[in-house]
């Protein structure tokens, strides 16, 4: 038996305006490109420790103190820890913009992992335009040899037609910087943290685990996106990534590349009544050079039904 959330929730602490949260919890903040809760897989991501939110006028910052890793050793060596300030600023009354720094450390360990961003969004979701911005910056050391210099750069934009099919065509671009090899003191590789990727990198999660499914090269994913509503209750969403690396790729031949491949998802959802809903999606993948060597040069397929429930 396990526990995935088991927290409490003290508000208004002492009459300040601090809220108080303590426990088992999930953290999802912004897009979710960093700090996600995963909640596509049958377990989910939750941490232990605790969120203390201050509530002011012109801006709302939650303070996070989780502990990622338990190693069991002795003098807790290798056990690691996740401190983040995350902030809502309410100054412009049409965006949510974000700031927030992360950081990462190991116990007894030479590693520190400093992440330096913004997310920017549109308040109102009911609007016809839509866009959103992610940005980060990686600093510290992986190791007593190797500092960190990565960044990463998200831009999502969308409009809905006004029409009874409720068209909506978007495009984006995400770009998550990529390893070389050539400067042996320095990652350069963009590391996704605790990010729920299944939202942006296709349905088929080839690219869960960055920078590890990316080989270290980083990642650019071009995308287009549509979607409409056929009947009142069905809506159907297809989405085309194109998938390639920033750093190049040497092949066996001894040419180079940067292609991962390509993949298209088509997702159903039909709205049976306010608690359930059924969705069903067709997925295919199309390797490029990369995968082809690294995973076999067969095209791939997947197709689901589900039902989400709830209680």
């Known amino acids: 038996m396990d526990l995935h959330q088991a927290f409490f929730n003290v508000n208004n602490f002492f009459d300040l305006p601090l809220n108080l949260k303590i426990g088992r919890m999930e953290l999802a903040y912004g897009s979710q490109r960093l700090l996600g809760s995963v909640g596509w897989s049958n377990v989910g991501r939750s941490f232990d420790g605790s969120v203390i939110t201050l509530n002011t006028t012109p801006v709302d910052i939650d303070f996070i103190a989780v502990r990622v890793n338990e190693s069991g050793l002795v003098g807790d060596s290798l056990d690691a820890f996740l401190f983040s300030a995350y902030g809502s600023l309410k100054v412009v009354d049409k965006l949510n913009i974000q ?50 210099a990565a960044f990463m750069v998200a831009y999502n934009l969308g409009y809905t037609f006004d029409s009874s099919l409720k068209p909506m065509l978007g495009a984006g671009v995400d770009y998550l910087s990529g390893d070389d090899g050539k400067d042996a003191d320095k990652i350069k590789v963009f590391n996704t943290l605790y990010a729920t990727n299944h939202k942006f990198y296709g349905f088929m999660d080839y690219f869960i685990n960055i920078p590890a499914h990316t080989f270290g090269l980083g990642l650019l994913d071009i995308h287009a996106k549509a979607s409409f509503v056929p009947l009142q209750k069905l809506k159907v969403d297809l989405a085309y990534h194109m998938f390639s690396s920033n ?57 689901y039904v589900m039902a989400v429930v709830n209680l």
Request: hydrophobic content about 35%; overall charge negative.
């Open 99 to 148: 700031p927030f720094v992360i950081f990462e450390n190991t116990n007894k360990a030479d590693f520190e992992r400093y992440t330096i961003g913004l997310n920017v969004s549109c308040k109102d979701k009911s609007k016809a335009f839509q866009q959103e911005l992610d940005a980060a910056y990686q600093l510290g050391k992986q190791s007593a040899t190797k500092d960190i």
């Open 247 to 303: 750093a190049d790729y040497t092949l066996l031949d001894g040419n180079t590349s940067t292609s991962f491949g390509s993949e298209v998802d088509l997702t159903l959802s039909y709205k049976y009544d306010s608690n359930v809903n059924f969705v069903g999606g067709f997925s295919f993948f199309a390797p490029g050079d990369i995968f082809k060597e690294k995973k076999g040069e067969d095209s791939s397929m997947w197709t």
